[in-house]
Structure formats: C-alpha cells, structure tokens
C-alpha cells in the first residue's frame, strides 16, 4: 500500500548502501530530484539499473555512489558522451565501475520477465553481435520449430524509482505520454517509490499512452513538483536542452564536475533549492569560472 | 548532402526506425518532401510521428505530442521491430569495417577501452530485424576500418560469411558526406556506387581504411535541388529556435 | 495498406474454405456481422481460433462450417452451454470437429509470440493439468536457474477479424473498452479485416485501454454500424443479454437452430436484415413455434 | 448462505480474481459491506472494477465503465495473475475430487466426452498462482466425487501429493451450499470444518462422493445478517432490473 512521504524520507528507508535500483525514465519523466537526494544522502556501492543512463547517472557516478551499471545505451541524448561514465570505466574514477550491458530490446524483454514472475524472456537479438562474449545472454531452441532465439535473465530491482505526472490521495499513479519500461521495472521490482508532479482528487485519465499503476503496487510517493528537470514531465514541463547540452562542458573536467554537485546538489536543502539554483545564471558563471 | 541523399532513398510509405541526428533530418526531410506517408517509428515508443521541429532527445514532448499513437519500449521492440514490421532502420556509428558490420561500444580491448562509446541502445535488433539498413556517417580513416574492434551490430559478419538467421537484409546502403557504398552482390564487401558532386573517388579511397573497391557503374550524385535545401533549412531553423528556447 | 471494402467481398477474398481464422472478441466487440457473413457464403472446413469462443462460434459450428477449433474456453458467457459447440464434439453433428485447447494463459501468451514474431512463448502454466496430455505445450528449463517453465507454440491465422468502434479516413483503427486479445491476434495473423461501427475524420483517441492499430497493419475494412451484436460496442451499442439467454433454448434443437438460423441469417441479404429482423418478436415467435 | 459465507472470508483491501456468478456476487457483497477496499480484478482485464450490478458476463461494459483501469488479456495473466499480485482467486468446477482437483473439461473420457464442459479458462493458472483459492459449487454426489475424469485445474494432485512449483497454496476453502470444506493439513484431503445453520454433517456425507471426514472442532456458521441479506438483495434487483432491459 503507497505511503505518502518526504522524499528523503524514502530514499533514507528504501535505498541504503548497496541497493540495487533501477531509476527509469526514457529521456521523459527522469527521476532526477530522486537521484540528487542519493547524493545528498552518500550512497555508495549502488548497483545502478536503466535502458538509457543519461545525466542523472553520470552524476551518480561521478560522485562515487554507484559500485556497478547495468545498461544498454549511456549518453548524453543528442549531445554526445557521459563524461563521469566514461572517466569510470576508462579510467577508474572516482571508484572502478563494472559494467554489465545489454541491448535496449534484452533490456526491455528483461524487465518484462521480471514483470511477470518469469525467470528468463526471450526475443530474436544479440545474433552476431559481440555483445553474446560479454554479457549474460544464452541460447535456447524452439521446442516446437527448433529455431533457436536469445534467453535473457530477468531484472528484479530491489527498488524503482519513476517520476510520475499524478497521484491521487489513495496512492493511485497516473502516467503518460512517453513512459518507456517504467511499468515493468516498477511491477519487475520488490518495492516501488514514485516521485509525482502533482497530488489530484481524481487522476485526469487521459494523454497518449495513458496508464495506471494502482496504490497497491507502490511503496511510496512524495511529490516533488518538476521532479524530473533537466528532463520534462509531459503536461507539466518541457525538456530543458540548454541543460543538457551545456552538461557536456561540466562532466568533461572532474574539478568543475565537483564544484558543481557541490553547488547544484550537494549544497542545496533540496530539489526546490536546486530549481531556484538553476534559474540563476550568475551562480553557474561563478561554477565554471571557478 | 548525406541528409539529403538518405531521404531521396526512402519512398513513400515505407516505415523507417529512426534515430536521433542525421537519420532524423533525412527521414523527416522525406516526409515533407516526396513521401508524405512516410512512417516514422522513434524507439521511445512514438509511433507514425511527425515531429515539427527535428528532436533533440529520442524522448522530446513534440514526439509524443505529434505521434499517431504511443507505446510501451518493450512494445516497440517486441510487436514493431521484432515482427519484422520495419522496412527501413536508420543507424551510425563510431567504426564500420568493409563488411558493414558496426561498433558503438569500445575503441581498444573491451576491458581496457581507450574510448568508452555509449554502446548497444536499439542498434543490434534494427540491424538484425530490419528489412534494410541504412547506414550514415562520417567518412574517415578512423570510422572506416578492416575490422571494426567490437561488432556491436552485425552487416555481413566479421569474414563476409552473409546474414543467416536474420529477418532483415543488413546494410543495404552506407551513406557518408563522400558518396554511397553498397555490399557485393557476391562478396558483401562495401564498394563505393556513388560519389556526391565535387569528390574526387581518390579522396574517398584515402578516408577508407582499406583498399576500397570501386562499382564499375560508379554515378554521381545529383546536386540537391532548391526545393530541398529549401525545406531542410526551414526545419533546421525552426530546430535551432525551438531547441534555443 | 487497409482498403475500404464490403464485408461480402472481404469475406470473399479473405475467408476462402479452409482458412485458419480467428474472429477474436472477449465478450465486447465480437465480430458477429462477419461471421454471420461467411455463414451465407457456405464456408466450409475452417479452423477457428478463439479463446472464448460463444454464440458466433456455436453458429458457425452448426452450420457445418469449421473442421477444427482451437480455444481455451467455449460457452455462452454467464448462460451455460454452448449446444451446437457440444453437439459437434459430443456427437460428430453436424460434422465432426477437431479441438485443440488450451488455457487462457496459454492462448495469450501463443498469440502474444505470434504477434512478436516469435516461434515459441513461454509462461508459468499448465502445471498439474491433464490438458498437457492433450495439448501442444513443452517444459523448458531456465537456462539461469533451471526452474521449469510451459512453452507454448507461436498462433498465426491467416486471417484475424475483429470490430472496432472506429476507423479513420486512411483506414487507421481506433478500439477501446474490453480488447481482450484482439491487438495480437490482429498483429499475428498474415491478413487482418477489421469491422467498424463507424468511419470517422478524426479518431477519438480517448476511452479506457484506447489503442490504435495503424492503417498499414490493416487488409480490409468493412463499415458495420452494430456489426457486434449481440455483443456491445463501448460508447456505441450495449450487449443485447435477452438475446444470450434465449440463445439456450434455440441452441439446444437441432431443426429450431436450423430454422432459426435460416431466418434470421441465411435468408437476410445482410447484417441490417438481421438486426431488423431481431427487432421483429413476431418472426421469432414464428421459428419458435416452427 | 454461500455467497454470504465466501463474502464473510475477504479481507479488506485484498485483491481478488472474480469469475462470473457466485464468485461475482460474493466479492461485490463484500466490497459493499467490510470490506470497501477490496480489489476486484476479471480476466478481461477490468482492474479495479466497482460494478453497480453484477455483470452477465466477464466483459461488460458495465466492468469497463467502472474499472480503475482496463488492460489487455494477456496482460492480466502475465503482469498480474503470473507475477503473484492476486490474493484470493475464485474457482468453480462441475467435478471436484477430495483433494480439491477440479474438472471443467469434460465428463468421461476425454476423447469420448459424456458431456463436454467449456474447458479450462483462466482455471489452471488462477488455481496454480493465486496466493489461495477459495472453490465455490452446490454440494451433490456428482460433483463431489472420489476423483475427477480430468484435472483442468490442479489441487494438491491426484494423490494428495502436494503443491510443488506452485507460486500460490490451492484451494484453501471450498464453499458450498451445505457447508465449508478445507484440505487437512497433513493429508491434503478435503474435510467439512462448518456446517451452515440448520444443515445436518450427515447430510453432507451424504451428498460427498467419498468418506468425509469432519474437522474436530467443526463448527456452525452464523446466518446472515439482516444488512448482508439487504446489501444482497438489493444488488440483485438492482442487477435483474438492468439485465431485463
């Protein structure tokens, strides 16, 4: 049954040290105020999930928090590199990362298994990819035709973490436009915290690809309006571009990177902190002039 | 050019798999151009858009907003790619080798990657699945080598062998700012069929990373026409502003 | 690409003797006005899927028109039995008729395969059932954990009928409501003909569960106003309940099942015909009474 | 004295797996009276459904209309029944043996039926994945009987041996007109633990096609309420009123 709480209240109870935690989000709806109480908090040895780790991963990473990534496409939409990503892995800083990664359709097909209490999903993938040397994938043949298709181990995240436009005051979350795997790695997972736009009497019930995901399968909710800037909640923001595309200058230098989490993130009470940190342009000017 | 010469081959109603950069700009170009029926399939889900302005993210409202419809991630892959309803999938990359066969995953050993590259994303599947692939990219010494250091999404194998157990027919089409390289009818080893006005085949062989071979029927490209150029550089103008919001 | 037809010519081109068709529906939006049609054009040896067959089929199968049917549940939905459908299976009349069935789990999930162009599905299923014994499911072994799971064989028709409330001008299908299985059904089978209460400029785009199944997906469209009944379209008709219930006792008799079927159906030029003619109490006093 | 009975074990905010009829009736009977929470799922993928009347069928509008959400069939099964979100699931049968097997397939040998029943259903997987199921039919010697001609749907096995690689633990209750069985904790086997009022055991063995064994401590359930027989009444006229139309 959904509680409704702070949010550094759940992310106190649901994500200690050494979780493992998918924060889903397909370029739309990132839980980003979710991942900068991580920070605040000091998380470390997290196993990190997603399809896609873009700037909220990068930032997770770039502080320590996470002791392995498990992905299938990591980088900045439409800019260019993670910097704190590829500092990791290449490089082993802040702390070696391991990587475990995936196509997005074996991601997808694994966090529906997960979803649906199979242990394993199967698709047509991975086929002459060098992917098959490096990662858990198997083959397995039809029993019935004998042609042979991938295997792939379903995902079962100790917690997901979305974003979401509505709650209503029982617990009941309403989403929509692009929503990604969201609903599987929520159903995929043992326990769910949503971040929301807004609390509503009654959720609006409609938008393309308008869904539900009843009180009963979420933990717990605490609402944090424009939760998922730099990304956008469809209906209530738009994507901040700017931000991602001035991202790449920030990430590139490990001191600017910390000067930034440290006045972006770090130094702020919480999300609202940051939002208002954003809109001013001076503060940036002194982060990047040092 | 390249933007332009991918969208020429794209015809009228045909469903495209398309990725954000220049697979995006020419797709689009097609659709406001000569194939207004076009289908545009965005791995986010966003299905038969018509995006206004060219996205910046696979992700942007304005996809979703203008889509015919929306669906789920593990949907598009599944019931979309999979089931082989994709006619034309768009991918780039970080090396292409003279099989067609693509990495976006490490340059250098893969425990040890001297450049971390973003990796997979959707590009395995749409090379396996998708009835033809168009490839667009830079055409350098450094993207066009013997042999990719990591297959990440699969042309015509690492010896040339071909494409068994694919839905799709591969890389049909390599598109870069130089010209067009197709496969072999035989051999499936990328030789250049076309060069865009102005490039000299010598500077083509000297941006490629092995001995490149030449169609014997090799063309030239037309130039674009105005009406083309028209419309690309209206929608990059209305992109710039959008995005500058 | 759909082309707009009318539903004697499609089932002409689509619905050959001896097709494989599903004409799917979960007690909403049954394709009655097409399955009404391919009894006045004599089809006969059909194999016809469904998971919940019921009156449409129990037509069908009286009428001689299917040599086999796959389902996983065949009655009268809150009626009882469907009596042409036992006649058949218990007593060869008026032909006999192969079955194959399975559970409803196990319908999806083939149906799902089929639509993701998959050889094979798999699920947590059967486990314990002595449908195994007559049925085409596999065990396969994780290839992670080694828990057993149930494969079951991909479904593909070569032709899938539903009806949906709306299609567009350039024939793109609007559905909402109850859709059951029909999105996969439709999107497994090699042709799909789609009947609609209405040919609109705009689709609605709003309902529960509201899906689109875009125009190039589509063969055939025949515009069927009430084409469902006595099933109900959702915000166009409401499921005719009498009609279910009556349904038993006509069902029950051979020779009132013939006459009734000859006069609401066989002797009608169309679907109009017949729902003029259910509107009449008299007539069907008449076949009543023979 | 059934559905008041089957009502009476609901807890609130349970969800529950509803087939058409007595089950129908008794999860809308509780969600009426203690247990307002309570979460009605049917498998035509009506989630959360509050009906004002019962439904005919599993899939009338009346579900869709009133349901929290509607998701597609296959969906039901596997995100929801599959993954272990269903608490109690509600079965019937036209056979049940003493060890709570049931049969809707068919009455005699498979090939040659005597009668053949609609087959399985959403039954095999509800009585495999439920966390329990509670079995709701009228008591006669023809369908409480030693063992059934099939197992559609299994539960605790032909022999009485047990749930293995079950995710939910079987039929717990089985409900009757007569009274309230549950499988003995050692041997599995069904046993009468309540008699409704004024229904005599020797009654019930009578009507039970093996030896029944009666629970020690059997005890007599209390009638109902005048508010359980009010909310009821009142749902079935209000349910006859709006099938009639």
């Given amino acids: 049954m959904a509680e409704f709480v702070s949010l550094p209240e759940a992310i106190g109870d649901l994500v200690p040290d050494g979780t493992t935690v998918a924060m889903e989000g397909f370029t739309h709806l990132i839980p980003f105020a979710a991942g900068h109480e991580v920070v605040r908090q000091g998380r470390r040895d997290l196993t990190l999930i997603r399809m896609t780790p873009d700037v909220i991963y990068d930032q997770l990473i770039g502080m320590g928090c996470a002791r392995r990534l498990v992905f299938s496409w990591g980088g900045n939409p439409g800019v260019g590199s993670l910097h704190r990503f590829r500092d990791a892995v290449e490089n082993g800083y802040p702390t070696p990362l391991e990587i475990e990664e995936h196509s997005h359709a074996g991601m997808a097909t694994r966090y529906t298994a997960g979803a649906s209490g199979l242990p394993f999903g199967i698709l047509r993938g991975y086929l002459g990819s060098d992917l098959v040397k490096h990662t858990d994938v198997a083959v397995i043949d039809c029993p019935f035709t004998g042609e042979a298709v991938a295997a792939v181990p379903a995902l079962r995240p100790d917690v997901t973490v979305i974003h979401a436009q509505q709650a209503d005051r029982r617990g009941n979350i309403g989403i929509w436009g692009i929503t990604g795997v969201q609903r599987e790695a929520a159903l995929a997972a043992a326990s769910v915290l949503v971040t929301v736009e807004e609390v509503v009497d009654e959720l609006v019930r409609e938008g393309p690809n308008y869904a539900v995901l009843p009180h009963w399968t979420v933990t717990a909710i605490a609402q944090v309006p424009r939760g998922s800037h730099p990304s956008y909640s469809m209906g209530y923001s738009t994507r901040d571009n700017r931000f991602y595309t001035r991202w790449d200058r920030v990430s590139r230098d490990r001191e600017l990177f910390a000067r930034w989490m440290d006045a972006f993130v770090v130094s702020q009470d919480d999300f609202g902190g940051y939002l208002a940190a954003v809109e001013d342009e001076s503060l940036l000017e002194r982060v990047l002039s040092g | ?245």
Same sequence: chains 1, 3.
């Fill in chain 2, 1 to 245: 050019m390249m933007t332009v010469t991918a969208a020429r081959f794209l015809l009228d109603g045909q469903v495209c798999f398309v990725g954000i950069g220049l697979p995006s700009e020419a797709a689009n170009l097609a659709r406001l151009s000569h194939a207004p029926e076009v289908v545009l399939i965005y791995e986010s889900g966003t299905m038969g858009t018509t995006p206004d302005v060219l996205p910046l993210s696979i992700g942007d409202g304005e996809l979703a907003e203008r889509a015919q419809f929306v669906v789920s991630v593990p949907e598009v892959f599944a019931y979309w790619l999979q089931a082989g309803r994709v006619d034309v999938g768009f991918l780039s990359a970080a090396q292409i080798d003279r099989f067609g066969n693509l990495n976006t995953t490490v340059i250098g050993p893969y425990d040890q990657p001297d450049v971390r590259l973003p990796g997979a994303g959707g590009a395995p599947e749409i090379a396996s699945s998708a009835r033809e692939v168009i490839v667009m990219l830079r055409h350098t010494r450094r993207a066009f080598v013997p042999q990719v250091d990591f297959i990440t999404s699969v042309g015509f194998g690492q010896a040339g062998e071909g494409r068994t157990g694919h839905l799709g027919r591969g890389p049909t089409l390599v598109i870069t700012d130089l010209g067009v390289l197709a496969p072999h009818p035989e051999t499936n080893e990328l030789r250049l069929v076309t060069v865009h006005p102005g490039i000299d085949v010598e500077e083509v062989r000297e941006m490629t990373g092995w001995e490149l071979d030449v169609s014997p029927d090799l063309d030239v490209g037309d130039p674009p026409t105005a009406d083309e150029l028209d419309i690309l550089r209206q929608l990059i103008a209305r992109t710039r502003e959008a995005h500058s919001r």
